[in-house]
């Protein structure tokens, strides 16, 4: 089946730096990734939408200078959060969709990022 | 909001009880997909129901939707400890290629 392997599963920065997290598709082609932030004991909240070779699609609220998502191809999408602030510390979850279909949502295991 | 609503928000059962979760959504709608996490993990599909379907079983699953009213519900039958996580319903937004979550029911399945 399809999986999506997302890096790293933890991370602890400090505030002002920036920090990276990965999201491979392993064995099929993401025509489109979406990275979601979830707070403790809430749901799933969109940030992003990227299509690979086109700039991200941002949902209202989310500061696209903040986080930068870059698909640059079918197989990797990547998310930056830049100057990290105690405040961006969450659990951040990418989902990749390959071609045709209208489910197939494939998951990553997410990355619990934690702002010092 | 188009995010769908789940109750209950929490639900604690012993094991091989059932466990019954409901979710209300706003829009029209395709079809309907029910996720679980385990805690700090990614999400798991488990079922997806169509907007013409009424029912639909996968083993120990069985989801129910009533496009009338706008809900669907999951039953998880003879429930066991392993059982234990958030499940989420989801629906299509954005032309159909968004997949927004509804608020989640918390699910403990104890000894």
């Known amino acids: 089946g399809a999986v999506v392997s997302q890096h790293p599963s933890r991370v602890i920065c400090k505030s002002g730096t920036s920090v990276k997290i990965e999201c491979r598709s392993l064995?099929?082609?993401?025509?489109?990734m979406f990275w979601y932030r979830q707070f403790p004991k809430q749901s799933l909240m969109l940030m992003a939408t990227s299509n690979e070779g086109s700039k991200a699609t941002y949902e209202q609220g989310v500061e696209k200078d903040k986080f930068l998502i870059n698909h640059a191809s079918l197989t990797l999408s990547t998310l930056t959060v830049t100057s990290a602030h105690p405040e961006d510390s969450s659990f951040y979850i990418c989902s990749a969709r390959g071609r045709g279909g209208n489910y197939g949502y494939t998951f990553g295991s997410g990355t619990r990022l934690t702002v010092v | 909001s188009q995010q769908g609503e789940e109750d209950p928000q929490a639900l604690s059962i012993q094991e091989g009880e059932n466990a019954t979760m409901n979710c209300s959504y706003k829009?029209?709608?395709?079809?309907l997909q029910w996720y679980r996490q385990n805690s700090g993990r990614g999400l798991v599909h488990l079922i997806l129901?169509?907007?013409?379907?009424r029912e639909k079983h996968s083993g120990r699953l069985r989801v129910t939707l009533d496009t009338s009213k706008k809900s669907s519900s999951l039953l998880i039958t003879a429930s066991r400890a392993a059982d234990t996580a958030s499940y989420f319903c989801?629906?299509?937004?954005?032309?159909?290629?968004?997949?927004?979550f509804g608020t989640g029911t918390q699910l403990k399945v104890e000894l």
């Open positions: 989801a629906i299509l937004t954005g032309g159909g290629n968004k997949l927004t």
């Open positions: 829009t029209s709608i395709n079809n």
């Open positions: 129901i169509r907007s013409n379907e």
């Open positions: 064995d099929f082609q993401a025509t489109t």
